[in-house]
C-alpha cells in the first residue's frame, strides 16, 4: 500500500517530487507522512505552513483502500522507484518521478529511442517521424514519444505498426489530450505503455509538458529530433538528454524551413546526423533482421499509385484519380492495403504521402 500513500501525498496542491522525496527522508515511508502529527510535520520543515495545513485537511477526504480499487478498475498501476520493474535508464537521471503511473507494460529492456519535434510539423516530418517510428519499432526498439499533436503523434503511428511504443504524458493518464488521440492512446496502451508521474485526475498544464519531457528522455538511450524549430519545446529533452549524458540524433530539413530551424542548429552544435532508422541501429552495434515489406510484393495497381506519390507534398484522392485515371473505389483499396504495408501514410484527412521503405 506505499505506493497509494505516496499517490495520496502527490494529490496535495504543493507537494511534487522533490518535496514527497524530502518527506520520504525525513519519515521513512509515506505512510508515517500520512499519519504524522502537525507537529511533526512543522518539525521536519519539509512543507511550508500552507501546504501542511493542505495535507491535514485533505487527508480526512482520502479514503485509501477505495482510491486504491477505483484506480484497479480503470486499469491503472503505479511503480515507485525502489520497485524492481522501475524502468533501469530512468532511475539515475536528476530529480527522477518517486511514482509512475501507467497503463500496460513498463519496459524491460534499455532498447529505447525517443523520437520528439514540433506540434506543428509538416507533412514532411510526420512523414519522417512514422518512418522512424516504424523503422525502429522492426527492430525491436521502444520508441518513446509525448502524444502531442505532429511529430509525436506520428512517431507513435509508426511504431505501433510493428512493435511497441511508450507515450509520457503531461497530464494524468486517465486525461485524453489532445483529445483527438484518444485511440491513439488506447493502442499505445496495449501494445507498450501510457506514463505519467502526475496523479490521474490531473489536467494538462502548459508547466507540466517541459518537465515531462526530462522522462523522455530519461527513458532513452538517444534522442532523435525531427522538427524543430529555434525555440521548440522539443530541444527542451535535448537539453535534459545532454544533461545526462544521452545522444543526440538529428533528421535534416529544408533550409527554407523555420521548422528546420533548431534541428540544423543541433547537427552543427554536433548531433548526429541521421536519414533513417539504420544509423541509429548502427550507432548502438544493433541488427535488424526484419524486413519492410518490398515493392516486388504489391499488385500493379499498388505499384502505379505508390509510385504517384510524393514524399512531402500530399495527395488527395481526387488528385491521384487525375493522374491514374483509376476510380474512387480502387484507390480507396489499394491505399488502404498500402498503409497496411507501411508505404503511405495520411498525412491529412484523405491526403496522402508516400513513406520511404521498401525500396
Request: one cysteine or more; charged letters at 20%; proline letters at 4%.
Amino acid at each position: 500500500m506505499e505506493r497509494f500513500y505516496l499517490a495520496a501525498l502527490q494529490m496535495i496542491s504543493g507537494i511534487g517530487n522533490a518535496r514527497l522525496r524530502k518527506l520520504l527522508d525525513f519519515f521513512g515511508s509515506a505512510q508515517q507522512v500520512w499519519r504524522a502529527s502537525q507537529q511533526e510535520i512543522v518539525l521536519s520543515r519539509c512543507l511550508d505552513e500552507a501546504t501542511c495545513n493542505k495535507l491535514l485537511h485533505n487527508r480526512e477526504k482520502i479514503d485509501i483502500l477505495s482510491l486504491a480499487e477505483k484506480w484497479h478498475k480503470q486499469g491503472i498501476r503505479l511503480c515507485q522507484a525502489t520497485d524492481s520493474d522501475y524502468p533501469a535508464l530512468l532511475r539515475p537521471i536528476f530529480n527522477s518521478p518517486v511514482l509512475l503511473y501507467y497503463r500496460g507494460t513498463l519496459p524491460r529492456t534499455d532498447k529505447l529511442i525517443a523520437v520528439v519535434g514540433s506540434r506543428r510539423a509538416s507533412a514532411y516530418g510526420k512523414n519522417v517521424a512514422h518512418m522512424l517510428g516504424r523503422e525502429l519499432a522492426l527492430g525491436g526498439v521502444t520508441v518513446v514519444s509525448g502524444a502531442a499533436r505532429g511529430i509525436d503523434s506520428a512517431a507513435h503511428q509508426g511504431a505501433l505498426m510493428e512493435g511497441s511504443t511508450i507515450a509520457v504524458l503531461g497530464c494524468g493518464i486517465d486525461i485524453t489530450y489532445p483529445p483527438e488521440n484518444r485511440s491513439l492512446l488506447r493502442q499505445i496502451a496495449e501494445q507498450g505503455a501510457v506514463i505519467s508521474e502526475y496523479p490521474p485526475g490531473t489536467s494538462p498544464h502548459a508547466a507540466f509538458f517541459p518537465v515531462r519531457n526530462r522522462i523522455i528522455n530519461g527513458l532513452s538511450r538517444g534522442v532523435v529530433v525531427v522538427e524543430a524549430a529555434e525555440k521548440s519545446g522539443a530541444l527542451i529533452t535535448v537539453e535534459y538528454a545532454l544533461e545526462e549524458g544521452r545522444d543526440v540524433f538529428a533528421v535534416p530539413g529544408s533550409i527554407f524551413s523555420q521548422s528546420s530551424k533548431g534541428v540544423h542548429q543541433l547537427i552543427k552544435q554536433g548531433a548526429k546526423l541521421i536519414d533513417g532508422a539504420g544509423d541509429v541501429f548502427e550507432e548502438y552495434g544493433w541488427v535488424n533482421s526484419r524486413p519492410i515489406a518490398s515493392i516486388s510484393q504489391l499488385s500493379a495497381d499498388e505499384i502505379i499509385i505508390l509510385n504517384t506519390l510524393d514524399y512531402e507534398i500530399p495527395l488527395t484522392i481526387e488528385e491521384i484519380m487525375i493522374k491514374t485515371n483509376f476510380s474512387s473505389s480502387v484507390i480507396s483499396y489499394a491505399l488502404l492495403q498500402l498503409e497496411l504495408s507501411g508505404l503511405v501514410m495520411e498525412h491529412c484527412t484523405h491526403c496522402y504521402v508516400r513513406v520511404k521503405g521498401g525500396i
